[in-house]
């Protein structure tokens, strides 16, 4: 039995700026209302005439995480894709990294997890490297958003909130078993499904040729829906859960944690979370102000951030914790 860690982070997010003031322009809303309730500046989203795609954005994150894991492409064994913006609806982008990398014919499983599917795809890299089975994992979590949202008034509960981006890891083979991946920990509550949901273009109620034929420019069920209020009394409980899961399973408590990467939902979410804890601001990590909610992506990009910025440090206690569409959540627990 092995151990695993995470040797190599990386991200990646398209140069175009979009600030609340830019978004006040295309929909009522306005720089105050934004701020207040979620706490964003502004996020980013690949320009109109940009080539910038799910699998492209996480690829350039990836290549990052690859050469600072000190490996070679050639050295993944395994690739984890977690997005709900895939460049195509079949197939997923995992295959499209193997051929863009340019390795072999390995393996790669695309995740459909929303904002857990980061959580998820290290969960999923973690159980293979601990069993032997492979040495490099790639996990992924990209999303562009921005050309699946409804971004006139209508929409504007949700499309103020999400912006494009990519993270990556390497997950690695550990043989010190003191450091790495102590945990993970995984939920769904499929009854709230529908709560954070895009409907179609799914084959679950509707023909393909039935959607080309109505070709109706009011048809709601292609931008993403969200109950708001609901999806944040979730979240806070679900959040607080799961991370105390994690803690307690390694006989840990709230005050061994060095460092918390809150999926960036919200930040009144994370700061709930962090009160809750009774950590500090030097504690947790937020960046949700410049980059909105990217999804599969938040975590690793602002975890990518936190390392860079020298706030984790060897032998520090990680948390990564996620909750949304699914519902879905998580937690995995680092001894980095
Ligand atoms: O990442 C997955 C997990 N996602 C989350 O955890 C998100 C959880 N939910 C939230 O973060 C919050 O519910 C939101 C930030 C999405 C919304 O905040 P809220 O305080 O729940 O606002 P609300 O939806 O209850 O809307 C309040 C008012 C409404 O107007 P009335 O009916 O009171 O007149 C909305 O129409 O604010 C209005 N509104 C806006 N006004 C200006 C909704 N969106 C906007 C907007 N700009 N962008």
Redesign the pocket.
Known sequence: MYNSKIAGLGYYVPENVVTNEDLSKVM???DS??QE??GIKERRHVAKNEGDTTTSMGVKAAKIAIERAGIDANDIDFIVFATLSPDYYFPGPGVLVQRDLGIGTVGALDVRNQ?SGFVYGVSVADQYVKSGMYQNVLVIGSEVHSRGLDMSTRG??VS??FGDGAGAAVVSRETDSSKGILSTHLHSEGQHAEE?SVIAPGMGKRWVTDILADNDPNDESYFPY?N??F??KN?VVRFSEVIMEGLQTNGLGPTDIDMLIP?Q??LR?SQFVQKKFGLSDDQVFNNIMSYG?T?AASIPIALTEAWEQGKIKEGDLVVLAA???GFTWGSAIIRW
């Open positions: 009522e809303t306005s209302w934004i309730r979620t904002c504007r509960g103020v909130i954070l969200m708001g209020q999806v944040f979240a999926h939902a919200n979410i909610n999804t909750f949304g569409s």
